[in-house]
């Protein structure tokens, strides 16, 4: 076998862009216009969505395909009168555990759980559901309607309650 020493360039001049897993990350900060909400497409996959804005946003995840993932990061705090929220698309379902986590206790790690049939998304108030500095979390798609929830932290105050949405 031989291996050509030519390098192919993916996605020049071309207005459809490429998926090229592994190679550059899209960094996504949308406005707070844009976040009302913010329409994430498959092309974005592999993004990092960030909250950046203390008066709150809204991602919507695309229609499930199995193997799409974004990544979520709070970089500002969110006021406890505005939210930071995270839906799926029509008929989609979120799977997976996330960890609670207070600021001001040092023992604090409360999971919940989404059962993938009835959760619709992630929303966090800066308080209670988190939303605070810090918070991550990654959605991936395992098939036509599940996103899987891993490598999850969400940071807030008082006591932790589950930041999972039904409606």
Known sequence: MTITS???RLGIDSTEG??????????LTPTLVDLIPYVLTADQSGA???????????YELPAAEAGLWFEFQAT??????ELYTVKCA?????????VGGNLTIG?????????GSTHLGLTHNGSTTGG???MC????AIDGTTWVLTESVDVGSGTNATPFITS
């Open 6 to 8: 030519e390098v192919e």
């Open 18 to 27: 490429c998926r090229v897993s592994g190679v550059h990350r899209e960094v």
């Open 48 to 58: 990092l969505c960030i909250f950046a804005n203390a008066a709150g946003g809204e």
């Open 76 to 81: 500002v705090s969110v006021t406890s009168t």
């Open 90 to 98: 029509t008929g989609d379902f979120i799977a997976g555990v996330i």
């Open 107 to 115: 023992a604090s790690g409360d999971p919940f759980t989404a059962n």
């Open 132 to 134: 605070l500095i810090g």
């Open 137 to 140: 979390y990654k959605l991936t």
